[in-house]
């Protein structure tokens, strides 16, 4: 039983394309987020949807454009894709937005590696 | 100045050692504080949250000090498969959504 899952694992494609990445999470959660994670390793939060609505936006290019056609899904699309995309990504989902419960965790999928060629 | 700041190490170590991992954050505003471990090309998980009393699961004892915006992470007894990545995350309410902050991470290599 997957709780947050991911497609595609691995994406790699040419500079210019537009690309999208599925995320869907069974466990009931409220709350989902994408993260970038460089090739430093640093994880950074893009985008939080609370019950289908964007709730945060980092500082991170329009070409980068979140859907949530439910709670349970969060998709991402990039358009133009650039060398710089390259990075994993990777979706996360919590029980509630507004909670700074230290039980409050966030559940992450496994991780798209996107290549740019 | 990062907002988590953490030594990448890494940190190689004999199994059966004691190691221990620090981190520093510059938004007092924090509220709560947590370590993630991540396996190489895996997801990160939550290892344990971070209380002010300080707080232990088995070999692992974490400690905060809000004075000093400093947080810690102990590992006794190491094991071959404690060798990962370890995250520090702060989270705080900003724009009214809940916003996780990760440190670079601290690699720890334990060899037999």
């Known amino acids: 039983d997957t709780a947050v899952s991911q497609t595609p694992k691995y994406l790699v494609t040419q500079m210019g394309n537009d690309k999208s990445i599925k995320c869907e999470q069974n466990?009931?959660?409220?709350?989902m987020y994408w993260y970038k994670q460089d090739s430093k390793k640093f994880l950074k939060i893009m985008f939080s949807?609370?019950?289908?609505?964007?709730?945060i936006n980092e500082t991170v290019p329009n070409r980068f454009s979140p859907k949530s056609p439910d709670k349970a899904h969060l998709n991402l699309h990039i358009n133009s894709l650039e060398l710089g995309d390259s990075a994993v990504y990777f979706c996360?989902?919590?029980?509630?937005?507004?909670?700074?419960?230290?039980?409050?965790?966030?559940?992450f999928g496994p991780g798209t590696r996107l290549t740019v060629l | 100045r990062k907002e988590v700041e953490q030594d990448p190490g890494p940190f190689n170590v004999p199994e059966g050692a004691t190691v221990a991992f620090n981190c520093t954050y510059s938004?007092?505003?924090?509220?709560?504080f947590f370590w993630y471990r991540q396996d190489c090309r895996k997801e990160p998980k939550l290892l344990m949250s971070v209380y002010s009393s300080g707080n232990e699961d088995g070999r692992f004892t974490a400690q905060l000090n809000r004075a000093s915006q400093y947080i810690s992470l102990l590992i006794r007894d190491s094991k071959l498969s404690d060798s990962a990545t370890y995250l520090c995350v702060v989270n705080m309410i900003e724009n009214a959504g809940n916003m996780l902050t990760f440190g670079g991470g601290t690699r720890l290599m334990v060899k037999p």
């Open positions: 466990l009931g959660h409220d709350t």
């Open positions: 996360a989902s919590s029980q509630r937005s507004f909670s700074l419960s230290d039980t409050d965790t966030q559940y």
């Open positions: 949807y609370n019950n289908k609505e964007l709730i």
């Open positions: 938004n007092s505003a924090s509220q709560s």
